[in-house]
């Protein structure tokens, strides 16, 4: 998920800039009411060339509000100070939450060249209302003086909040060191930006093409036809083109027989931006990295880590490394077991040398271990996976939890054709907000899978509660020929994953936008992790799982190959997630400017993970280059927060597994009111523990990962 701006503040530095004329003003979309049901984005009239008017005058309209609460000559107080604070860009959030979406998911060249150009100026904006000394005495004025203003817990929290925001963004700095930052958030934003798009050019210029049918030997009859499609695509009609995204890079890692092959796709997914061209990210690193750490200084922190974490529940990069090696430790060691399990299947009843096995082969053998120890093959389920009726089943188990309901939509304006759209209502009919789903890859689309809000929900200045407009994206196996899109394990959870996100955004409710919703950066993936255990509960699967053509539903053995092979290449996946967060956090925990400069990336990474004993057969799920989280996600020295927030949601859900009861409606509706609701209300720990009734025990998370 992309973490939402913890700092929703946005200042416009440019003087002078050309309003837009009146004709275009009228034409442009986000000038006035869309006229849609629930004032959902009208994209069928939106178009490139209306978001760089309407960033611009939006910054204006919060500039604006900006100054009228400066220029108030009343004492400063709650409602003219917080409360307009609070509610002020209106118009910059409209355009903004649907400009950032479009640009993950729709971009092309004209596009980028919108976001590098109005980066800089909402970057700038940006720090001229964090940097505002009017506003922020204001602001401090209210701090100082909040326990004599009569004001109740959420004012007081919402005060602190703000506060806080402000010190962490340069409000207290002098004026020296304020116009450091400023340059330094300025080149930050550039260079993220240029992060990601060197990532997206990469992904989408590297084809591995087959033309001799031998060459696809192993390989499933979907994975070859959706190659013949891509292929068909790129004018390449007879041949076979395989890419870099996950449903056509996985399933040829884990079935291709040609191992020269195997070795060529995972190079270049692992290689990407790290080829010395012109899309190579290490010079971009190096100076990010420097940048975070010049920043980090200014606010008297050792290292950008310690920066970062002091918002988060883990507080500090110590208890995050205290974290992280305690797991890498077993899971490493766990992944040795896996390795040899897989050398010694090939090694002739164990008489034979154990064979190698190189980076690129783990998941081929893995999948032949799997075989030979479960008698598990993936494409036994996939039949039962359809898209339709995974989607389906993660709304039916909501409804049982929570007694949300969801009917699609058709009158509902889309960005792409075959985008779905569904009304959400709680269980007594009232409307919680429109929920999008985007299913498939395409060229113009970042990788990966996440959830964002073309708007949140939220109240504006006259009271008036606006409902959640959701957008989950995910890049799946499609549907080809007749066969509809059929979903392997990986993406059925990756489903419900995002879709815990929404009913966050869905369910969370709160009178000011600074708290409704928002929770510290490692409570985040709670909301959606905790939706892949039910994804995965043999009740749950019986549910949804119905075959594709006969309606069968999952037969109780294949539900119990399932269940036997969870814990199968656990010691994998968590070594190269822990092993991918060390090395966000090792990049964060630079101290020293010179050593940055003079940092050879390639060499800085491989001594990282020698130093913590990798092994050689895995490397860190993201290499830097393409470390995208953590050089243009918002996640750097956060990318631990997946793994933090797992300890969360497995002892959560084992909370309901112990209760004898999966769907314990006293446990769904504490949940929902606690965890997800009311979340923003207090400390993240303080909102688990109302639920909870104690701290989190890592014990549920051990078990589930196969290290204890
Ligand atoms: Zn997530």
């Known amino acids: 998920m992309k973490i939402k701006n913890i700092l929703i503040i946005f200042a416009m530095s440019v003087i002078g800039l050309t309003s837009c004329n009146s ?16 004032e959902a984005p009208a994209f069928d009239k939106i178009k490139n060339e209306h978001y760089k008017p309407a960033i611009i005058e939006g910054m204006k309209q919060q500039k604006a509000e900006i100054e009228a609460i400066c220029n108030n000559a009343e004492t400063p107080n709650f409602n003219n100070t917080i409360w307009a604070f609070d509610k002020s860009g209106k118009l910059l959030n409209k355009v903004s939450g649907v400009f950032f979406n479009m640009m993950e998911c729709m971009s092309d060249d004209e596009m980028l060249a919108i976001a590098e150009e109005v980066m800089p100026m909402i970057t700038a904006h940006s ?17 100082d003086h909040r326990t004599e203003m009569g004001l109740d817990d959420q004012q007081n929290r919402v005060v602190e909040k703000y506060y806080k925001d402000f010190i962490r963004s340069g409000a207290g700095l002098n004026t020296d060191d304020q116009a450091k930052l400023r340059e330094i958030n300025e080149k930050l ?16 210029n590297f084809k591995l093409v087959i033309d001799n049918e031998a060459d696809l030997a192993g390989l499933p009859q979907s994975s070859i036809d959706a190659a013949a499609e891509q292929a068909k695509k790129d004018g390449m009609e007879g041949k ?54 010049q920043k980090a200084q200014l606010f008297g922190f050792d290292n950008y880590a310690n920066y970062v974490l002091d918002n988060n529940m883990a507080k500090n990069a110590a208890t995050v490394d205290k ?50 120890k479960y008698d598990f093959d993936e494409n036994q389920i996939r039949p039962y996976l359809s898209l339709d009726n995974v989607r389906d089943g993660m709304f039916m188990a909501a409804n049982k939890l929570y007694g949300v309901t969801f009917e699609q939509r058709n009158d509902i304006p889309v960005y792409f054709e075959g985008v779905e759209t569904y009304e959400v209502k709680d269980f007594d009919g009232s409307i919680l907000g429109l929920l999008y789903l985007d299913f498939y890859p395409r060229e113009s689309k970042s990788s990966g899978a996440w959830c964002t809000g073309f708007r949140e929900g939220g109240y504006d200045i006259d009271g008036v509660w606006h409902p959640a407009l959701i957008q989950l994206v995910m890049n799946f196996t499609p549907a080809s020929g007749d066969t509809p899109a059929l979903l392997n394990w990986d993406e059925t959870e990756t489903m419900w994953h995002e879709f815990g996100h929404s009913l966050h955004a869905f369910f969370s409710k709160g009178k000011y936008s600074r ?11 709670l909301p959606s992790q905790i939706m ?28 119990e190959k399932i269940e036997n092979s969870a814990l199968f290449n656990q010691g994998f996946n968590t070594t190269e997630l822990i092993a991918a967060s060390i090395l966000d956090m090792r990049y964060h925990e630079l101290t020293d400017i010179d050593e940055i400069n003079n940092l050879d990336v390639d060499e800085f990474e491989a001594q990282q993970m020698r130093a913590i004993g990798l092994i050689h057969e895995i490397q860190p799920r993201y290499r830097s280059t393409n470390f995208s989280h953590v050089f243009s996600g918002g996640y ?53 523990k109302k639920f909870r009734g104690q701290e989190p025990s890592i014990e549920p998370y051990l078990e589930a990962r196969g290290l204890k």
């Open 23 to 38: 004709d275009s003003c009228n034409e442009n979309p986000f000038f006035s009411d869309y006229g849609t049901y629930l």
């Open 240 to 293: 076979w083109a395989f890419t870099l995204s996950k449903p056509s890079l996985i399933p040829f890692l884990t079935y291709s027989d040609n191992s020269i092959l195997r070795e060529k796709i995972y190079n270049a997914y692992y290689n990407r931006c790290d080829n010395n061209n012109e899309y190579d990210n290490k010079a971009i690193i190096k100076e990010m990295l420097a940048l975070r750490l």
């Open 323 to 372: 974290f992280l090696d305690d797991i890498f430790y077993s899971a490493n060691e766990l992944a040795k077991k896996e390795r040899h399990e897989m050398q010694c299947l090939y090694s002739n009843n164990g008489n034979a040398e154990p064979i190698e096995i190189t980076r690129s082969d783990w998941w081929y053998f893995a999948e032949k271990l799997r075989k030979a």
């Open 189 to 204: 934003s550039i260079l993220s930006l240029q992060f990601g798009n060197n990532l997206l050019k990469e992904n989408s």
């Open 515 to 525: 708290t409704c919703g928002s929770v510290p950066h490692d409570y985040v993936e």
């Open 127 to 143: 720090d001229d209302i964090a940097m505002n000394p009017v506003l922020f005495e204001k602001i401090k004025y209210v701090y």
């Open 532 to 559: 892949e255990n039910w994804a995965a509960e043999p009740e749950v699967i019986r549910m949804y799982a119905k075959h594709y053509q006969t309606g069968e539903v999952m037969p109780d053995s294949l539900i």
């Open 636 to 688: 750097s020295a956060g990318y631990y927060a997946y793994t933090w927030a797992e300890v969360l949601d497995k002892d959560a859900f084992n909370y309901f597994k112990e209760s004898g009861d999966l769907f314990n409606p006293d446990l769904a509706k504490s949940f929902r009111i606690n965890c997800l609701q009311e979340c923003g209300n207090d400390e993240g720990m303080v909102q688990y």
